[in-house]
């Protein structure tokens, strides 16, 4: 799907407090100069940030980050943001690759990846926010025993999923269910992004990995 180009999404971000620049700046001092101590969880790919905003609205415990490449996405975000602040909440316009340019070994907590494009064709395996390059990615800045959790509609893309983490020295698999809404467990407090609640009105089930940083 193409993404509609918003000539205001970029100059807003730039202004905006809520959406931090300069974060290699911040490496290694996370939590003493943003958190403030707090954990810190981040979606990758957090869309317009319903998911993330819910979150950081119910846990004002732990600090969150939603990570969006797409300006024109971030910008939607940004908007609800300014309209209804929230203290434990701010935004990175970056893409997943450059992860490591910004956290230092340990110093996220969890990391949430939710209905991450599925790059269905074989040649781009690679691109795909659970393969085995971004788990490298994600092992790099969690700390031991932080948690990646992954949601999808897509079968065949929580298949490889799935099979990417069982493979991987540094994460192991410690819940996993294709049937989220109908799931006791894994459905408790379960908050939905803005795709599952358009999937899931289709009668589509849910998909849902949990993996621990070893």
Known sequence: MRLRNIPAADPAIEASPYCLKNSENLKGNWKSKISGGKPIHIEIGMGKGQFITAMAKENPDIYYLGMEQYS???????????EDPIENLAFLCYPAENLEEYFMPKELDRIYLNFSDPWPKDRHAKRRLTSSRFLDRYAAVLKHDG??????DNVGLFEFSLEEIKEHKDFELIAQT?????????????????????????????????????
């Open 72 to 82: 024109s996405v971030l910008y939607r975000a940004l908007q609800k943001m300014e």
């Open 147 to 152: 948690l990646l959790e992954f949601k999808t």
């Open 178 to 214: 294709f049937d989220l809404h109908n799931d006791p467990m894994l459905n408790q407090k379960n908050i939905m992004t803005e795709y599952e609640e358009k999937f899931s009105s289709k009668g589509n089930a849910i998909c849902k990995l949990v993996a621990k940083r070893l």
